[in-house]
């Protein structure tokens, strides 16, 4: 009984800093540069200068459909899977558009990186491309993503700029901003393209 406490309580200590490390790693990622215009009770107004992205397409409906397969497919080409076997960093946060169309997910690429100058990937279903610059409204909430989740805060997003008279374009997508193994200090995102006059 005491060896078993004593491995019980060994393992819970070796979880928490394991969880820790995790949470301070993320911390430490690259994230795709905004600067907030407008901070609200519910959200907050951002300009994203325009970026360079690895993105799939899917015939994915929902978060569960895309999140996995295309993760794997955008992972294997900053790992090396691509024509000059280059590593790439990882930057957060992972996009997601998830539609009744043709759902999309996206890596951010480093800030030093653009389409001329980033390698050809060796599957055809990435693609580089470039963002145009873009004001969003954003909406945050913790825990694990899910489509409930996800369905709820967007409704929350656009009940808040329809209470602000704030207009509002295109579809409600999603950031993730953690690994699928970091249970604490999760992060997510719910944003949407915004008609904006900065002042």
Do not use: C
Not at 150 to 158: R, V
Request: charged share 20%; net charge positive; hydrophobic share 40%.
């Amino acid at each position: 009984m005491k060896v078993f406490l004593i491995i019980s309580i060994s393992l819970v200590v070796l979880f928490i800093i394991f969880q820790t490390q995790m949470a301070m790693a993320t911390d430490k990622t690259n994230q795709q540069t905004y600067n907030v215009l407008l901070v609200e009770k519910d959200f907050e107004i951002r300009f994203y200068p325009s970026a360079t992205l690895a993105t799939i397409t899917s015939s994915a409906k929902s978060y569960k459909e895309l999140a996995n397969p295309g993760f794997r497919k955008l992972a294997n080409y900053i790992f090396g899977g691509n024509n000059a076997k280059q590593k790439i960093s990882m930057t957060s946060p992972v996009h997601m558009d998830i539609n009744d169309s043709a759902s999309s997910m996206s890596f951010v690429m480093p800030k030093n990186y653009n389409k001329d100058n980033l390698p050809i990937p060796n599957n055809p279903e990435v693609v580089i491309k470039t963002t145009s610059d873009e004001y969003v409204a954003v909406i945050k909430f913790t825990g694990f993503a899910s489509d409930k989740m996800i369905k709820l805060y967007a409704e929350k997003l656009e009940k808040a700029l329809k209470e602000k008279s704030i207009s509002f374009y295109g579809h409600f997508r999603f950031l993730g901003y953690n690994p699928p193994f970091q249970l604490f200090g999760r992060r997510n995102e719910i944003i949407v393209s915004v008609i904006w006059i900065s002042k």
